[in-house]
């Protein structure tokens, strides 16, 4: 995925809503990685 292109069409359009990752459950702390990657990846 090229995810600098994502963050930036998403500021396009003021993008300010949320964003839900389609995973396999997980414990807490597997879940609380998956969030950290995707404030890093989608710059939120």
Known sequence: MN?????????????TGRAAAEVKAGDWDYLA???KRMVRVLDL
């Not at 995810?3 to 359009?13: C, D, F, G, N, T």
Request: net charge negative; no cysteine.
């Open 3 to 15: 995810w600098p292109a994502v963050r930036a069409e998403l500021s396009k359009i003021d993008f």
């Open 33 to 35: 990685d998956v969030a």
